[in-house]
């Protein structure tokens, strides 16, 4: 059994905690909405009503955080887990941030004693609720090893990709993909729609060609209907291509492509449409298509 501290009890968090407390792990949560803490503890973990109660003693500590400026304030602000935790704790971010605030973090820890991997994952709210998360890891080989029992409790495909920062790059990798894939399937709908062809029959014949992919496969149904609810909000990914976008330009690569998509989830943002599932780029597509 192990010990863990666990911070940011979302649409992911909440599932992946109760998961670890079904796995026998003492688990003890805190979120800045009581509602979620009162989730953990219905499940099964202990409550904590500050960051400090949730790291005191523990052996890990978990965040799943929306963004870095979250992640800095609960790792590196006053309160938070490297003023709490003690030294020798492994600290999991599991949220999908910069890598140069994943590279940051693991500093600063390191001149406390406390280790840090960087674990974002992919798989979404589906993924969490049914512990098949693709989790990507960043940092030490050693401290890899040693989480990893806990990432199988909550993931199915487990990697250590590199050092530090690594996982997130790799996650940002899979978010252009995303993105890019969820634009060229509307952009499919609505050419198929415009000319007078039905687009499901014709997603379904797609889905059994070379184009075949899991985005076709898990949500051409829901598009070609127009249900967008979240699942993984455009909010979210517009944040996330600003990550790939800074990590283009830290690696100082040239990603057409990825500019174009970041701009395409910038317009669905400005459209209203960011509380919608990131499906719901088809709208802007029509909406450029005067549809
Ligand atoms: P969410 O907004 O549902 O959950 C984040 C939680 O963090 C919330 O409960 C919020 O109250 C809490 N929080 C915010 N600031 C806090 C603070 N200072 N202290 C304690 N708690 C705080 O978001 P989510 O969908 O669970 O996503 C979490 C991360 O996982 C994000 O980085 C997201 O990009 C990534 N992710 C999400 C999905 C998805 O499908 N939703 C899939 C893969 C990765």
Redesign the pocket.
Known sequence: MTSIGF???????SPMAAHLVDAGHQVTG????AE?VQRLAASGGRGAAR?AEAVAGADVVIT????HP?VE??VLGDGGVLANADSGTLLID????RPETSIAVAEAAAERGIRVLDA??????AGAKQASLSIMVGGEEADFASARPLFEVVGRTIAHVGPHGAGQVVKAANQLLVGGIYGLVGEAIVLMEASGVDAKTGLDVLAGGLAANRILDLKRETMVAREFTP??RID?HH??MGIALAAARAADVSLPLTGLVAQLVAAGRAMGYGSLDHSALLKVTEQLSGR
């Open positions: 911070i940011g009890l979302g649409i992911m968090g805190y979120d800045v909405s979620a960051v799943m955080l929306p963004n979250h304030e609960v599991m949220s999908t941030i974002p994952v992919s798989g979404g709210e699942g993984f979210l944040k996330d």
